[in-house]
């Protein structure tokens, strides 16, 4: 049974920074993407960033970039999401995803697996 553990989300101040982990188990991931969605409160959920299977290879939603850097420890089946210069309008649920889509998609629908989402409350 696959499982998405995260953990790392809290509040914190606007400027501030936050790390999210999210452990995976109960199957091999090696030819999997790994990345992270996010859904705020009243919005739909939305693609945050992914990572290619051997972490060669990134992308992220036009939002984050350059404030977020997605990383995998391809030996733990752990990926991270490094979160600075947070803003108020990060606050949002991070779900950690797991699947063997096309590399980097950016769709919800082609990731197999999902985390139970941890809360992430940026103050202004």
């Known amino acids: 049974q696959v499982q998405l553990v995260e953990s790392g989300g809290g509040l914190v101040q606007a400027g501030g920074s936050l790390r999210l982990s999210c452990a995976a188990s109960?199957?091999?991931?090696?030819?999997?993407?790994m990345g992270w969605f996010r859904q705020a409160p009243g919005k739909e959920r939305e693609f945050v960033a992914v990572?290619?299977?051997?972490?060669?290879?990134?992308y992220y939603a036009d939002s984050v970039r350059g404030r977020f850097t997605i990383s995998r420890d391809g030996a733990k089946n752990t990926v991270y999401l490094q979160m600075n210069s947070l803003k108020p309008e990060d606050t949002a649920v991070y779900y950690c995803?797991?699947?063997?889509?096309?590399?980097?998609?950016?769709?919800?629908?082609?990731?197999?697996?999902w985390g139970q989402g941890t809360q992430v409350t940026v103050s202004s």
């Open positions: 990572i290619n299977w051997s972490g060669g290879s990134t």
């Open positions: 109960g199957r091999t991931f090696t030819s999997y993407n």
């Open positions: 995803v797991v699947g063997r889509g096309p590399v980097l998609s950016v769709r919800s629908t082609d990731y197999d697996y």
